[in-house]
């Protein structure tokens, strides 16, 4: 029983090795959107204002980016607890209560990811399985765009989930330190 358990830990460790380098790595790439955004902007500007010339693809490239930005960018946002939090009335709990709150609202977060898991997947497969094209100026296909939607959601919603793990492990540790 002890070795089964050394290769489950052995395993955990890996897994979460491996996932915060995911997630890292998905954060470059969501900065790297942003940065595409920057220079899209820049020039579209420029070639406007300078050559009365505009980009027609420019803010299509925004818009696209601006999702992979918001779904690869969600979960190591939330690794490192950046997201916004209206905190009035927790920060008056006892840190033991907040655990178990905490614990708790990683675990709905981590059942709406199902459902954004789930129902994007099944979206993205359909426009992939009829070709749909965006209605804009490019007329690009649109499962490309959307795949980033289940991808990214999975993502957090695994990391809901290390993080319910995290607050229930920190609300037992109240518990037996009484």
Known sequence: MANQNKV???FLT???SIFDRTIDMMFY???GSGL???FSTCTELFMRYFFNRPQIWSVEVTEYAMLYITFLGASWLLREEGHVRIDLLVTFLKPKSQALLNSITSILGVMVCSALVFYGAWSTWL???KELYTFTAMELLKWPFLIV??????LLL??????AY?????????EAAK
């Open 29 to 31: 790439v969501a900065s």
């Open 36 to 38: 595409v955004i920057f």
């Open 8 to 10: 489950v830990m052995k």
């Open 166 to 174: 995290a607050y229930w492990e920190k609300f037992k540790s109240y």
């Open 14 to 16: 890996r897994f979460n």
């Open 158 to 163: 695994i990391q809901f989930a290390r993080s």
């Open 149 to 154: 939607i289940p991808f990214g959601s999975l």
């Open 127 to 129: 426009h992939y399985r």
